[in-house]
């Protein structure tokens, strides 16, 4: 099974989640082998108590969730399939062939291995419900998407905190769907771009492109893609995603700048020697 990791945020209306989910089981559960549901939930407060730097806190979570995940395929190859951090709690969630897993071995680790308290718990889930209810509904694969847009940008030296043009692509099915909603968006601070052409898709004929001059952080672009998911789903419109132009920071485009000017440099060094088969 290829593992395809997606991250998004759920709001209940009692808290508000971060959830980790391999999506990659989507296709192929429930696993029958695998029918018992394991959780271990971390209580976040002594452990924030006991870092200075919310860095060190984060370290050490990941470096739990990685040798958790790493003992755990070991000794009883657990399936790990996500986890849902809240405001007070961290969990993790594998799925487990009951006939290979062993409680008091898994005690004794987090006995050696975490210094904190964590509540171990499982419980018979032969058709994966749980992992059912961790699945990102449409709004939330939205947020997925959005979060591997902005992971890429940062990783190409994007300034995420600079404002710009961000735009979106809407789709509708009629024409006069499109036309109702261009005085709400435009009530909400969004620009109709009447200049720039939409793409089509099969079922969706009529496109609408919109602007707003922000940052594209993630929380930023998740409230927008929020905001106009909600505006135009009852108006048989679809969200067909976001784009902006790179704002690079200061070091990223001197770094950039070097780089090509060693290139050019690089380049003539090379027009000057002599060719080897010459």
Partial sequence: MTDNWGFY?????SEHMRVLINIGYKGAYPLKDYAELLSITINLYPVRANNRTTRNFVKELEQLESKLEHWLSQTSDA????????????EFYYFLDSSRFNDQELNDWLEHNWPYRAQVYRKPDPEWSFYTFMLPDALEELFIHNAQMIYALIHKG??????RNVYHWLLFREDVDRREIVPMLEKRGYVIEKEREGRTDQGYPYPLVVSRFEDVRLDTVNERVREIHGLIEGSGGRYDGWGSVMKLSTFNRMRRSVKRSLESVEAAVRRMLPRRDA
């Fill in 79 to 90: 399936i790990y399939i996500g986890r849902i951090n809240a405001a007070r709690r961290l």
């Fill in 9 to 13: 945020e759920r709001r209940s209306a």
């Fill in 158 to 163: 994007d300034d995420i905190g600079q404002p």
